[in-house]
C-alpha cells in the first residue's frame, strides 16, 4: 500500500556531511509525521528527528544542532541533513512516515523504510 524507499547513506569521515532522502509512494492521503531513527550493534532503535504535517520539528539531544530534517509534501519525501558526523552517528538509519490511505483517511499507517548504513570514521 505504501512502500518507502531511502537513500543517501554511504561512508564519511568525522566532522563531514550526508544527507538523507526518504520518498513515499502508495495510495496516500496525507501523511502526518515524517521521522527518522537509528539502531547501532548492539543498541536499540531511537528516535533522531521527526517533523509534523505543519512544520513542527523534534530532534534527539545527541543531535540538536548537527542534523535538520525537513520536508517536501508535494513530493512525500522527508530528508535529513548531517553535518559535523560523528563515529558515534554510525548506525543504519530508518524513515518512518505515519500515513492515511486513500482507502481509509481515519486510519493512521505506520510505515518503515527498509534501512541505509551510515558509517563515521574516526
Known amino acids: 500500500q505504501v512502500q518507502l524507499v531511502e537513500s543517501g547513506g554511504g561512508l564519511v569521515q568525522a566532522g563531514g556531511s550526508l544527507r538523507l532522502s526518504c520518498a513515499a509512494s502508495?495510495?496516500?492521503?496525507?501523511?502526518?509525521?515524517m521521522g527518522w531513527y537509528r539502531q547501532a550493534p548492539g543498541k536499540q532503535r531511537e528516535l533522531v528527528a521527526s517533523?509534523?504535517?505543519?512544520?513542527?520539528?523534534k530532534y534527539a539531544d545527541s543531535v540538536t544542532g548537527r542534523f535538520t530534517i525537513s520536508r517536501d509534501n508535494a513530493k512525500n519525501t522527508v530528508y535529513l541533513e548531517m553535518n559535523g558526523l560523528k563515529p558515534e552517528d554510525t548506525a543504519v538509519y530508518y524513515c518512518?512516515?505515519?500515513?492515511?490511505?486513500?482507502?481509509?483517511?481515519?486510519?493512521?499507517?505506520?510505515?518503515w523504510g527498509q534501512g541505509t548504513q551510515v558509517t563515521v570514521s574516526s
Open positions: 502508495g495510495i496516500i492521503f496525507s501523511i502526518d509525521v
Open positions: 518512518n512516515q505515519l500515513v492515511r490511505l486513500t482507502t481509509n483517511i481515519r486510519r493512521l499507517g505506520d510505515y
Open positions: 517533523i509534523t504535517s505543519g512544520g513542527s520539528t
